[in-house]
């Protein structure tokens, strides 16, 4: 097989151009930070290492997919495999600091400086879990991995202490020699705390599924309040350009009480702001958002348990081409919106400052695609004016046309945050961490083009496409005449101008990314030259929304 072929493995290929490009945008941003120059960001680096992170995560899930296409019972081998290959170069290590600490010993002017210190605590404590290790990997005793891994704890106490006392030694003494050799070997004696750390917390992360260290394994197992009994991390196909890692959870204590959770961690604003809009969303009609079943910060990191929502994301549902399945949902999404505009709608004026989020959003559009950048440009007599400067024009119109009422909206409809479950016939959105109180048209924009960028050109499913972003487009404009909302189609075509543009730094597909910037820069040329006229009569071609 080709490297081309083995990097289209779902996606990879673009996941790691994405990585590399996200690379280059913190070493240039570093540099300015290093150079102190105007435009360093701190806030855009520390989103970009929770991407580069979690493309890092991705990359690494697709990888070992790719190489082991292993049944389920196969991957559990080559997990516990992994393991026993993390604790042999752990126990090899070990191994390594006892040699050093022997070596040390030749520099002893009087031995029995040593036996001032407690060193037999340390080797009892190695020794019992040592003796721990061969068993709770061959058996997968996680009580006994835990174990392990707290002799690192106990290890850090006792050198902690003896670090103290070895300080003040070296204050008093004329051996200070022996006191060096003496903090060397305890030092040695340390590191290998580290070491069976690495060895508790492989053997855990085998049986567990995923990757995790002792505080994580601990937060989650306090949290899902399981005094007995154990889980397993599953394999869960998500990608998300949040920066969160976001898998399943298996609890299992007996066959009755099993339990599918989502095990979302990232940010610790973000995670509690999900939590918090995840609350209110519950207030305003039960169930539709999943219910958190935990809660824990984590060092500088937060996660979230949350209710595992059987069914598809409306972007799988399309591409399904099941159509009575995709007109189930449609019809159910449809239903719950209106009903939450029409339970949320307040009458004071908002205004989404579409052209503020583009402009904030627009140099990273052009990090991704350079080619795309238009500077103004006179002919004749004519200028035409740049990208940033029409923004800025539109900007000043965008301010006198705010809507004349808000509703409670998603902040992110995309389709693949919209689940809908035919079982329950119930429609669930996930990752709402952005709602508010705002103007609708925030996510008719988004929704409807998250619909065109989807790049499959099947004929079959761009037809399912288009009559989905007709019928949502005809359904938010009834909705905006019964409620008065007379600048709707203007404040929409700024809202999909916005979606158009900005979502181009996700797409590398150049052809695909510059057909969606050009209708982008179409719709804003067309608002601007219906200024002087009423936004009333304002209307968008429908034809820019289908491929």
Known sequence: MSNARLFDFEGLNENFSFLMLKIHQQLEDTLIALQQLDGFVPERMNNREDYINNLKTIIERKSYKKTLRARSEEDRIIRIMGSLNTVASNLEEIGDYLMNIVNQTQYFQDRSFLSQYNYRAYFQEIGVALDLVAESLRQGKIKDAL??????????????????????AMKETNKIGDAITTFNILRYLERIGDSLLNIGEAIISAYAGTRLKLYEYTAIKDSLRRDTGEFLFQDLDVETKSGCRIEKILTRNDERSNQEVIFKEGNINKIQQEKEKIEKWQDIISGLTPKVFGFEYLNDKAFILLEYIGGFNFQEIVLSRNRQLLKKAFERLKQVTIEVWEKTKQTQPVSADFMGQLKKRLPEVHEVHPSLVTPSRTISSLKRPSLPESITRAASIERTLPTPFSVFIHGDFNTDNIIYNEKEDRIVFIDPHRSGQADYIQDVSVFLVSNYRIPILDSEIRESLSDIIRNFYSFTRNFAEKNGDAAFEARLALGVSRSFISSTRFILKKDFAKTMYLRGVYLLEKFLDHEGRPWSEFRIPEDVFLY
């Open 147 to 168: 174990q392990i891994c707290h002799a690192e704890i106990k290890i850090d106490s006792l050198f902690k202490n003896d670090f103290t006392a070895l300080m003040d």
